[in-house]
C-alpha cells in the first residue's frame, strides 16, 4: 500500500505514542486525520497541511459517519490506558475500551478503509510461568482493562474479509521520550525517579516485564501501513524486544542515569513490597519470522533519550505536573 494520496484515521493520536507516530506518517506523504479528545493539550502535534486534527470522543458515531469517509486505513490507539486509569470510572472505561469499539470497526469498513490496525496489549496473557508466551497464549487479564482489550481482537476479525485487512499487535510497555510524555510506565517512572528525586523504588522486582522503545513501536505502525495484506489478515502479532525483571529495570536504569548525568550521584536504590502480581515473557518471534520485523532500539536507549529530555528543559515539574500522568489527567478531566 503505497503513502501517495493515502489518508490514515489515527484515533488516540495526540496521546504518548500518537505524538511520535503522527511526524512520521506526515513524513512518509501520508495525509493524516487524527481523532481525540486532546486531554494532554494540542500542541503535541505541530501544524502540517497534510494533518486534520479532529477533537471528539470515539464514541460519537454520528462524528465518526462524519470523519471516517476518504481514510483508507485505520489505526486504533484511543483507550483508557492503564489500570489505575480505567479502575477511576469502570463504566467509562468499559464504554470506550470495549463498547465503542464494534461500532468504530464496522463504520471504518463502512466508509471503504481498507485496512485496521488495532492495538492492544501484551498484558493480556497476565500471569506466565512459560519461558517465552506467543500469541497462541491464553488470555488471563488480571484487570478489566486487560480484559476489554483482549475482549476486542475476536471482534475485530469477525470484519475481516478480501476488501478490508484487520490486524492486531499486542505491543510489550512502551519506554522513552514522547511530546506528550508518560512518565506512569515502568522505565520511564524509574528514569524520572532517579533524576528528579535521586532515588529509586523498586515495587516487588521479580516480574518479569517486557520492554519496547517508543520509536520502534511506531515504526513498527509506519511499516504496517505498507505490507502486503495477506500477510497481515486476521493475525495477530506479539511486538517487544527485552524481557526484564523490575529489578533489573531499576539497576539499569541506575546505571544509565549516572553515566549520562553524574552531577547527580549519588542515587538511592531501594525495594518495596508490591501487589503488582503481572509477569510475563513475551515473545516476538513470529512477528520477526512473518513479517521481518525486529526492533533496533534497547531499553538503555530509552533511558538515554529521557534523561537527555530532561536535561534539555523538555520535562519541566515532572513529578507534579498532572499531564505525565494519566489517571491525574482524566480525574482532572471530569470524562463522562
Not at 497534510?50 to 459517519?65: F, H, N, S, T, V
Not at 513501536?217 to 523490575?246: E, R
Request: net charge neutral.
Amino acid at each position: 500500500m503505497r503513502s501517495e494520496s493515502k489518508t490514515v484515521f489515527v484515533t488516540g493520536g495526540a496521546g504518548y505514542v500518537g505524538a511520535v507516530l503522527v511526524p512520521k506518517l506526515l513524513a512518509r506523504g501520508y495525509r493524516v486525520r487524527v481523532l481525540d479528545l486532546f486531554l494532554f493539550g494540542e500542541a503535541v502535534l505541530p501544524p502540517h497541511p497534510g494533518l486534520q486534527c479532529i477533537k471528539g470522543d470515539i464514541r460519537d458515531q454520528a462524528l465518526l459517519k462524519h470523519s471516517l469517509p476518504g481514510s483508507d486505513i485505520v489505526i486504533h490507539l484511543a483507550c483508557i490506558s492503564n489500570d489505575p486509569s480505567f479502575e477511576l470510572d469502570p463504566g467509562l472505561s468499559r464504554s470506550i475500551n470495549y463498547e465503542a469499539f464494534e461500532p468504530l470497526v464496522a463504520i471504518a469498513r463502512e466508509c471503504a478503509a481498507k485496512r485496521f490496525i488495532y492495538a492492544s496489549t501484551s498484558s493480556v496473557y497476565g500471569v506466565s510461568d512459560e519461558e517465552n508466551v506467543t500469541e497462541d497464549h491464553p488470555l488471563v487479564p488480571l484487570t478489566d482493562y486487560n480484559k476489554y482489550k483482549g475482549m476486542c481482537e475476536p471482534i475485530l476479525f469477525r470484519y475481516q474479509g478480501d476488501d478490508f485487512t484487520t490486524v492486531t499487535i499486542r505491543p510489550a510497555t512502551i519506554c522513552g521520550y514522547s511530546p506528550r510524555q508518560r512518565l506512569d510506565l515502568t522505565v520511564n517512572i524509574l528514569t524520572n525517579l532517579a533524576v528528579n528525586n535521586r532515588r529509586i523504588t523498586i515495587f516487588g522486582g521479580a516480574q518479569k516485564r517486557p520492554n519496547l522503545h517508543i520509536e520502534d513501536m511506531t515504526d513498527l505502525y509506519v511499516d504496517l501501513l505498507s505490507m502486503p495484506a495477506a500477510a497481515l489478515a486476521g493475525k495477530t502479532f506479539n511486538a517487544g524486544y527485552q524481557n526484564h525483571t523490575v529489578a533489573d529495570l531499576g539497576r539499569m536504569v541506575h546505571s544509565v542515569v549516572l553515566r549520562e548525568l553524574p552531577h547527580l550521584a549519588p542515587i538511592a536504590l531501594t525495594t518495596s513490597p508490591s501487589n503488582d502480581l503481572r509477569s510475563y515473557h513475551i515473545s516476538s518471534e513470529k512477528i520477526a519470522r512473518e513479517l521481518g520485523w525486529r526492533p533496533k532500539r534497547t531499553v538503555e536507549d530509552a533511558i538515554v533519550d529521557l534523561c537527555r529530555a530532561f536535561q534539555a528543559g523538555k520535562l519541566p515539574n515532572s513529578t507534579s505536573d498532572t499531564r505525565y500522568f494519566n489517571v491525574k489527567t482524566i480525574q482532572a478531566a471530569m470524562l463522562r
